[in-house]
């Protein structure tokens, strides 16, 4: 069968190109496949490599035409798109003295850096490639015309079925129903519609409006009460004033999570219900930003220098997915910036309390509070990587190896604090508490001696920060690792595999997959406290010194580390020899079974991870009293 190329050339039955990406028709992928008998097929990420697998298409996978300076290219060009595509138009672009487009940037980065090396990928395959004809199933069927016309070869484009998003797009909500486990997503403009009208009647219903003549009141912003109970029994117990702001999760999404909210005595801050006196406002604010959208977007010029590959643009290609990114991101936030602002001149907020800084709202919330004086708390979440391969991202990580939004951090321990001053942070600025969260951790009766027979293995997946830790290649190596350790530990009598997927949607998604793949009787779990599944394990496996090894340290249980980064070694973590590193999948099966029955190098091991934590994590169980009495003084203080 002869097809007809867009420059109306008949295309002969010679060697073609396909060019996949996630979201592509593969019914109308393999019909066209069909017609040619000779033809190379590339994937360009990880989920079209699977998919094309499954369907047993013969294919090669694009990343691996790429080198280490072209990866160090795409993190520049990444970093480099976020910070300055719309600063020349910062004027305009800015609502309330804030400027809207560095709300975003942690999403925007994560959206660029996977534009770039698709665009990049796309580049060195038609440059490699003597081919005739490109066939792409992509989002950028114009960057691919290009370059076609360029080569003088025939294009066809199939755009996507399903389009490309931001992280925070969907929204993952998992509880149980009695004993049964329920996972979802929704979209964020779906979760939204639904959170407003359940939070409204929970409130009522509860009494949980807070009361805006309660003074000097702390703003705890996004804090899950499930993992932050102990904290809030002790803001309780020193009578501080503290009112809960959750605007991507409910606060209450349980039984559990309602009781902890009732016996804190917390306050839940309804955010839409200020809308009624500044709607106005947010409308006139609005209509003016669309328009300035409209301006911006009609302006090409400087996005299609930013937005290109070796003087190759595929601005025109992601234009408009890109304008409707913006365009609602913008919008959202010009809304809760005059929320925001209603919400500081009605209560007598003294500090804002974010567990992490470089989200949408966590910003919006923290500089809007800047114009009422209000300072701003950050508390330590996780692990940091120490790896110096992370610095030119922390900006968009709240890395301490960049300035920080928030006036202080609230840390684990001294290791962290060592790393902060090493990077020049103020020590005043950098106080010691502790981690509130872990509080139930150690706390926990370890039930280390308890021969259970369960291998705890906690998945992550790629990073998705360097062009390098999103690739296929990347999470394949996870892929691998995972089937490793399967077949290792279904080799040994009386032992059963548990894996605890990371909470990621992405990530999950990934790991559900997987299991199907391999063997779908594997126990998943999802829901269950994770103190209580660790301290269950006779030992726990992980990726990459992920912060689960610090929790099952704090209940003494031996950790296993699958290093499939070769950063993951440089951490403080693995230099400490604080967990069993992996660097080799043919080592797994001798270290795993080493930690499982050499008994003396189980305690050598467990010593080395109990003098490593001692010094990462202070006021080991009592981390919730101790950040309390530092907001206490906050609070005498002024």
Same mark, same amino acid.
């Given at each position: 069968?002869?097809?007809?190329?867009?420059?109306?050339?008949?295309?002969?039955?010679?060697?073609?190109? %396909?060019? &996949?990406?996630?979201?592509?028709?593969?019914?109308?992928?393999?019909?066209?496949?069909?017609?040619?008998?000779?033809?190379?097929?590339?994937?360009?990420?990880?989920?079209?490599?699977?998919?094309?697998?499954?369907?047993?298409?013969?294919?090669?996978?694009?990343?691996? &035409?790429?080198?280490?300076?072209?990866?160090?290219?795409?993190?520049?060009?990444?970093?480099?798109?976020? !910070?300055?595509?719309?600063?020349? @138009?910062?004027?305009?672009?800015?609502?309330?003295?804030?400027?809207?487009?560095?709300?975003?940037?942690?999403?925007?980065?994560?959206?660029?850096? =996977?534009?770039?090396?698709?665009?990049?990928?796309?580049?060195?395959?038609?440059? $490699?490639?003597?081919?005739?004809?490109?066939?792409?199933?992509?989002?950028?069927?114009?960057?691919?015309?290009?370059?076609?016309? %360029?080569?003088?070869?025939?294009?066809?484009?199939?755009?996507?079925? $399903?389009?490309?998003?931001?992280?925070?797009?969907?929204? =993952?909500?998992?509880?149980?129903?009695?004993?049964?486990?329920?996972?979802?997503?929704?979209? =964020?403009?779906?979760?939204?519609?639904?959170?407003?009208?359940?939070?409204?009647?929970?409130?009522?219903?509860?009494?949980?409006?807070?009361?805006?003549?309660?003074?000097?009141?702390?703003?705890?912003?996004?804090?899950?009460?499930?993992?932050?109970?102990?904290?809030?029994?002790?803001?309780? $117990? +020193?009578?501080?004033?503290?009112?809960?702001?959750?605007?991507?999760?409910?606060?209450?999404?349980?039984?559990?999570?309602?009781?902890?909210?009732?016996?804190?005595?917390?306050?839940?801050?309804?955010?839409?219900?200020?809308?009624?006196?500044?709607?106005?406002?947010?409308?006139?604010?609005?209509?003016?930003?669309?328009?300035?959208?409209?301006?911006?977007?009609?302006?090409?010029?400087?996005?299609?220098?930013?937005?290109?590959?070796?003087?190759?643009?595929? *601005?025109?290609?992601?234009?408009?997915?890109?304008?409707?990114?913006?365009?609602?991101?913008?919008?959202?936030?010009?809304?809760?910036?005059?929320?925001? !602002?209603?919400?500081?001149?009605?209560?007598?907020?003294?500090?804002? /309390?974010?567990?992490?800084?470089?989200?949408?709202?966590?910003?919006?919330?923290?500089?809007?509070?800047?114009?009422?004086?209000?300072?701003?708390?950050?508390?330590?979440?996780?692990? @940091?990587?120490?790896?110096?391969? *992370?610095? $030119? %991202?922390?900006?968009?990580?709240?890395?301490? #190896?960049?300035?920080?939004?928030?006036?202080?951090?609230?840390? *684990?321990?001294?290791?962290?604090?060592?790393?902060?001053?090493?990077?020049?942070?103020?020590?005043?600025?950098?106080?010691?508490?502790?981690?509130?969260?872990?509080?139930?951790? /150690?706390?926990?009766?370890?039930?280390?001696?308890?021969?259970?027979?369960?291998?705890?293995?906690?998945?992550?997946?790629?990073?998705?920060?360097?062009?390098?830790?999103?690739?296929?290649?990347?999470?394949?190596?996870?892929?691998?690792?995972?089937?490793?350790? @399967?077949?290792?530990?279904?080799?040994?009598?009386?032992?059963?595999?548990?894996?605890?997927?990371?909470?990621?949607?992405?990530?999950?998604?990934?790991?559900?997959?997987?299991?199907? +793949?391999?063997?779908?009787?594997?126990?998943?779990?999802?829901?269950?406290?994770?103190? +209580?599944?660790?301290?269950?394990?006779?030992?726990?496996?992980?990726?990459?010194?992920?912060?689960?090894?610090?929790?099952?340290?704090?209940?003494?249980?031996? &950790?296993?580390?699958?290093?499939?980064? #070769?950063?993951?070694?440089?951490?403080?973590?693995?230099?400490?020899?604080?967990?069993?590193?992996?660097?080799?999948?043919?080592?797994?099966?001798?270290?795993?079974?080493?930690?499982?029955?050499?008994?003396?190098?189980?305690?050598?091991?467990?010593? !080395?991870?109990?003098?490593?934590?001692?010094?990462?994590?202070?006021?080991?169980?009592?981390?919730?009293?101790?950040?309390? +009495?530092?907001?206490?003084? /906050?609070?005498?203080?002024?």
């Amino acid at each position: 069968m002869i097809m007809i190329g867009k420059n109306g050339k008949k295309i002969k039955n010679e060697r073609v190109i %396909f060019l &996949v990406q996630n979201g592509t028709d593969f019914s109308k992928l393999e019909n066209t496949i069909k017609k040619f008998s000779v033809y190379t097929v590339y994937s360009l990420d990880y989920e079209s490599h699977k998919l094309l697998e499954r369907k047993k298409i013969t294919h090669k996978i694009g990343e691996d &035409v790429l080198t280490p300076t072209d990866f160090d290219a795409i993190d520049l060009s990444s970093i480099n798109c976020t !910070k300055n595509c719309f600063k020349s @138009y910062k004027e305009i672009l800015t609502v309330e003295n804030i400027f809207l487009a560095e709300l975003f940037e942690h999403e925007l980065f994560f959206y660029l850096i =996977r534009q770039f090396l698709n665009a990049h990928v796309i580049l060195k395959i038609l440059e $490699k490639e003597h081919t005739e004809t490109v066939i792409d199933f992509t989002n950028v069927g114009n960057f691919v015309e290009k370059l076609a016309k %360029f080569k003088k070869i025939n294009h066809i484009h199939f755009g996507l079925i $399903k389009p490309l998003s931001l992280y925070h797009d969907n929204v =993952r909500i998992n509880f149980n129903l009695s004993k049964i486990p329920m996972n979802f997503e929704l979209s =964020r403009k779906t979760f939204s519609r639904i959170k407003k009208p359940i939070q409204r009647l929970t409130n009522e219903i509860y009494d949980l409006e807070p009361n805006s003549q309660s003074k000097k009141n702390v703003l705890l912003v996004n804090f899950d009460p499930l993992q932050y109970e102990e904290l809030l029994m002790e803001f309780k $117990k +020193e009578n501080i004033n503290f009112l809960l702001l959750n605007l991507r999760k409910p606060a209450i999404t349980n039984k559990k999570s309602l009781d902890i909210i009732k016996n804190s005595k917390s306050k839940i801050v309804d955010l839409n219900k200020f809308s009624k006196f500044v709607k106005p406002d947010i409308f006139s604010a609005q209509k003016n930003l669309q328009n300035i959208i409209e301006k911006i977007f009609n302006d090409d010029s400087s996005f299609e220098k930013l937005f290109s590959v070796d003087k190759f643009s595929f *601005w025109s290609s992601i234009k408009d997915q890109f304008r409707d990114i913006c365009t609602s991101r913008f919008q959202e936030s010009t809304e809760r910036l005059f929320l925001f !602002k209603e919400l500081f001149s009605t209560f007598d907020i003294d500090t804002i /309390f974010v567990w992490v800084e470089v989200g949408q709202e966590e910003k919006e919330c923290i500089l809007m509070g800047k114009f009422f004086s209000i300072k701003s708390v950050m508390l330590q979440h996780g692990r @940091y990587q120490t790896s110096k391969k *992370w610095d $030119k %991202f922390a900006s968009f990580l709240a890395y301490f #190896s960049s300035s920080l939004l928030t006036d202080k951090q609230i840390i *684990w321990g001294e290791i962290t604090k060592q790393y902060a001053l090493s990077h020049n942070h103020s020590p005043n600025n950098v106080l010691i508490g502790g981690s509130p969260r872990h509080d139930k951790f /150690f706390n926990l009766s370890s039930r280390k001696n308890k021969k259970t027979g369960k291998i705890l293995l906690a998945t992550t997946g790629t990073m998705y920060i360097s062009a390098d830790s999103c690739t296929t290649g990347s999470q394949t190596k996870y892929d691998e690792y995972f089937k490793e350790v @399967y077949r290792i530990v279904k080799s040994l009598p009386g032992k059963k595999l548990v894996v605890k997927p990371h909470p990621g949607p992405l990530l999950t998604k990934y790991v559900e997959n997987l299991v199907n +793949e391999i063997d779908p009787s594997i126990t998943i779990i999802r829901n269950q406290d994770l103190h +209580e599944l660790i301290n269950d394990c006779e030992v726990l496996i992980t990726f990459n010194n992920s912060t689960t090894a610090l929790e099952a340290i704090s209940l003494k249980k031996p &950790v296993v580390s699958l290093q499939t980064e #070769s950063w993951a070694n440089e951490d403080d973590i693995a230099q400490a020899s604080a967990v069993v590193s992996i660097s080799n999948i043919k080592d797994c099966e001798k270290e795993i079974k080493k930690i499982l029955f050499d008994t003396p190098f189980r305690k050598q091991q467990t010593d !080395k991870a109990s003098n490593f934590l001692r010094k990462y994590m202070s006021n080991p169980g009592n981390a919730s009293k101790s950040v309390a +009495e530092i907001f206490k003084n /906050f609070l005498k203080s002024k």
